[in-house]
């Protein structure tokens, strides 16, 4: 009895330790044995431990603005800082999916292409505006606090709806990342959009934007975008692959990014 208390009470633990595994290039070793279901119960934790890879980034953002770098080189150290934080899981994700896509005549050379580890012309031209997209928002915001706040607001919001993305798409392979994963149970993917949510509306009220209806309409953009993406792929491919779900994460942080500096601009 003892041991399974211990259990229930170790597992939430495991489960922020493996999304932190999965997200990140921290050097976190894993004791023991990782539990068949581990992936899929780590997924109601992706949208904290994107909020708190989006608050690095924006303390390193403040730091390097107090050593004296202007909005534009601190954006363009941050963005790089966050995707070696990351290991650029969802970048390399972004570049499969365009070259992919963007390459392939049917679902079989598609799928050929992304698991290519190659990046071609495609795959750069959609990195290149990613980043410049993302150091450009960062950039325009140029106030840290503002910064910090969007960042913890895009990385929290987009990762939380990533489960969600992963439950209503089927898998494009048999296996692969996201199939390996296994199917969320649906509880799972609404605590994680739910989580997600409750960063997002907390730092769009912290940045005042215009209305609430504005704040609303934000968020609204990053989940059409998603949807549109879905679409795309299931038609493209027959449904996710952890590229996709990696591009998604970076559709949802650069559309909640775009926003915030519409929703700001005078």
Not at 88 to 106: I, P, T, W
Not at 160 to 167: H, V
Not at 197 to 202: E, K, R
Not at 208 to 223: E, T
Request: hydrophobic content about 55%; overall charge positive; glycine content about 12%.
């Amino acid at each position: 009895m003892n041991d399974a208390r211990k259990q229930r009470r170790a597992a939430p633990l495991a489960e922020f330790t493996a999304a932190l595994i999965f997200l990140t290039r921290l050097p976190i070793r894993w004791r023991g044995e990782w539990p068949a279901d581990l992936d899929r119960r780590a997924l109601a934790w992706f949208p904290i431990v994107g909020a708190l890879i989006g608050a690095a980034g924006g303390l390193a953002y403040w730091g390097l603005t107090l050593l004296g770098l202007t909005a534009p080189l601190a954006a363009v150290v941050t963005v790089a800082g966050l995707s070696l934080l990351t290991g650029a899981l969802h970048e390399d994700g972004l570049a499969d999916v365009a070259d992919g896509f963007g390459g392939g005549r049917d679902r079989e050379a598609k799928l050929s292409i992304m698991k290519d580890s190659r990046v071609g012309t495609y795959g750069a031209l959609a990195l290149i505006l990613a980043a410049a997209a993302r150091i450009g928002a960062l950039a325009t915001l140029a106030d840290p606090r503002l910064v910090g706040l969007a960042l913890i607001g895009a990385h929290g919001f987009s990762r939380g709806l990533l489960p969600a993305m992963k439950l209503l798409l089927p898998d494009a392979r048999q296996n692969g990342v996201s199939a390996n994963q296994g199917r969320p149970d649906k509880a799972r993917p609404f605590v994680a959009a739910l989580i997600g949510f409750s960063f997002a509306t907390t730092v769009l009220a912290k940045l005042h934007l215009p209305s609430g209806l504005v704040s609303l309409s934000v968020m609204a953009a990053c989940v059409v975008a998603l949807v549109l993406l879905g679409r795309l792929a299931r038609r493209q491919i027959g449904g996710v692959t952890g590229d996709v779900l990696g591009a998604g994460q970076q559709v949802a942080e650069i559309t909640f990014l775009l926003g915030i500096v519409a929703a700001l601009s005078p």
